[in-house]
């Protein structure tokens, strides 16, 4: 299908007044003609707007994610596991806005020499699963460790007796930008850990979904996932901690003192501190903090993601929805045994219809594998988005204080609008000024810089970018795209529509991805972010463009979820799947249509929504 | 005076150890109500009725004496025959005693379905039916719409004289089969009366997939849906977890009814306010796919349906399995493996990641 839907790359021009973006951006992931060959391979590739990590546009200095699973991703797909048809991502940037597309392998002799090398690779970290993971884990804790013990502290007017007396042989300077090449260098390798298994687990479920497809092609994708999908999930922790705090409130007697909204969290605490009951749950809710309250508000893919431990008052202010519902006489725990036998039901059941014994061979394999892998596919979040994030982000701020100290920024969160790159040069010009005792540069070029920055920045955010560019192929292999993006036929066709629509006012369909099944009529509440959940009402809709763990509370309150970007895999399916909630994600756009207060009908059998206008 | 259980029984009463007493037919809807299933109601009149009806009549040894006088070879002996007793039956009246039982248990009937003089089918139900080599299925009359008491023992009789009919009577000579050894019961069951009905079946005849239920649903009888006249609302259920899957509401034309003057089945248009909407509540669905898996579970193969929504029974039991029999389509295709076998996990990981994902 080679007709041309969508634009090309090419084509895109420059929003008016952002003249000159590019320099905010690495140089290598913009779109060029300068090349024939270059500009031919982009014009035959098909880039889609990677919406479902960026719902907004980059910051110059929170690309660094996208630098780090660019190169994660692809190595592990063409130089470490050589999947036989599968090489990387590759990225691009328009306007602000990431643009990816799956490289595939090509020639056919060159897939079949790397089936063999596939088979011995992937087949030992699946042999050596458990293994792996345990060295996995004891990695990931190890470098969450040495960002949490990184310093990054102001530099003195004259360095500590204890420099001289200890030989120490190096200053203040030094080990500002030391520290500053290791925090990103974590940051990079924490990364590199990241993909270490994602791939060859997506790859394991999506041949399960390709087998129970084929042989039940009525099967509903979320069935398959809950064939596989872990019960204790690690992501589930922090929630359930939440729970266990306004239980122990109540039991203590204390529910009074936590009170509303209306209070801060440091007027409860220090009320708290007043009754020996008070102490006890303030005891309790230390200890939930480390390491539960690392998770992100957000995805914790941008610096904004503030975590709970960044807002004390999200995670209390959760605590008051669940105490609520338990003097409601509702119970706020997860049905466990519930889940537990659903999912035994759905595995015995299917298996059951299956007609001959080489598919109930296949399926015990495929499952069993999936089974296996799935709950690194769940888990490894909470360890690299939520926690290393949420400590890395404030890392960083405490090198945009050094920087704000010295002029070089007006505020400390200016600091997102310098590329990482551009940081260590401007730490150079600062620390050489401190070291000679003069002024440095930076004051003078990066804060109008950074002016001019949040001008484009906030020309591009006004901007709807185009769902994809170039050309659709016949046939996507590369594991990831499929189970994350849902690049299908089906998710194109959507997209190419959404592309037409002139005016979001008039809009009266959208569709996405069935995430969880019912039907649902109600009131929509559109939440940019989980700032805005105070704004929500019993029985409403939440629409938002994704949410994440720290979201949790929330789904007490409401009768369905919207999300713009997301598959079958995204939080809000799982977690609606099992209050056994509708939801319809992915609909790219839901949070630009969908308007608060609007009457929208949510069928998440189908992953329509209807609007009422 | 014996006891009502040897004249009458209800269908809940009746399974296949009552064969002798109350025929194939009725012991197999006794043995779908024991799976749960619900049929309409109704009731068995028992083949001890029929020999103290003959009894009390005093018409057995005529009958048999007619009979005898029947040549193999003569069709026409065999039709004249069959013409004098069928007559002599339908003209003996029946005892006060045997019509006390079946009288009441039609009242009964009526008032279980909350109808007075309920519209009934009334059915023969051979004992001789499941014998093999002999089977006389289809044999004896059924009389549909029949209402009030009159009409029913009236038709009863009618059923007990189709035992008679020159074919039955030709069938039996020729197979050696005694005259006398054949007895008959009657069932007396409730008309559907659908406010919708359909067919289902217990995979999906579009893809075959077995972990589904296939409904469409019409207003009115089954008729419309069965011949195509109609596009019906269909549902597609998860056997597994009793959820719809996908629902697709069509614009419903006609539907087919009973004249109330005529009890003749007709044709309506759809009242133009109900020709768009769900003909069947998604509770309703659900529940019949939940019915149509304890068929496929009791009959051990994916099976074809006929159901019915009933106007008039109140509560759970309003809807109602007309007729069942196994599914053929994709039954009866050739049983090939999904995936084509491998050693591993990773080799079919190896051989997917191959294929790809086709995008079109």
Redesign the interface.
Known sequence: ?ADNKFPSPHEIEAIPGTEGWERMYPYHYLFTTKDKERKEYEKNAFWFNDALHYPEPMYPFDIIWDEAWFLALSQFNTRIFM????LGIDHRIINGNVYITPV?VTDPEE?QKR?PL??ER??YY?ENWDKLHDQWEKKMKGIISDIENLEIGPLPEMEDISVVKNGLGTSSGYELLKNYDKLIDLGIRCWQYHFEFLNLGY??Y??FV??CT???????LQ?ITQMVAGIDVILYRPDDELKKLAKLALELGIDPQIGSDAKDVETVISELQGSENGKKWITAWDEAKYPWFNISTGTGWYHQDLSWNDNLNVPLSSIRIYIEKIKAGKSIDRPMEKIKE?RK??IT??RE????D??R??FD??H??SELVFPYVENHMFYVEHWFHSVFWNKMRNVASIMKEHQFIKGTEDIWYLSRSEIKEALWDLVTAWATGTKGYGPLHWPEEIKWRKGVYKKFKENRPVPAVGT??????E?FT?VLWG???DS?TAWAKLKEIGDPDKVNELEGFAGS?GVVEGIARVCRSVDDIGDLKEGEILVAPTTSPSWAPVFQKIKGVVTDVGGIMCHAAIVCREYGMPAVVGTGQGTAIIKSGMKITLNG??GKINIER | MEKRYDYVLWFEECDLKSIPLVGGKNASLGELLKANIPVPPGFAITTRTYERFLEQGNIKKEMFRILKSVKTDDVESGEKASKTIRTLIESTPISDDLQDYICEFYRRLSKKCNVPAVPAAVRSSATAEDLPGASFAGQQDTFLWIRGVDGILNHVKKCWSSLFTARAIYYRAKMGFPHDQVEISVGVQKMANAWTAGVMFTL?PA??????IAIDANFGFGESVVSGECTPDNF?I????D?????SISHKTILYTRDPESHCVIKQSVPSERTDIQCVVDKDAIALAQIGKRIEKHYGKPMDIEWAIDKDTPGKAKIMILQSRPETVWSDKK????????S???????A?????????
């Open positions: 299908m999947i036989p048809p599968a595939p897939v089936i596939f088979m992937a087949g699946y790859a394991s999506v041949t390709d087998f084929k042989a039940f092609p009525d099967i509903p069935k659903e039901k759905l059941e299917y219809l299956l007609t001959t080489e598919d061979q296949t394999q495929l069993g594998t659709p192929p016949e046939v996507i292999a594991p499929i690049i299908t036929n194109m099944p059998d189908t | 999906n893809t075959g997939d077995r972990s589904t597609i998860n056997k597994i977890t959820e719809i899957i996908k629902k049983i090939e493996p999904v995936m084509k076998a491998r591993s996990a990773l080799e079919h990981i190896c997917g990641l191959v294929t790809g994902k086709k995008v079109n």
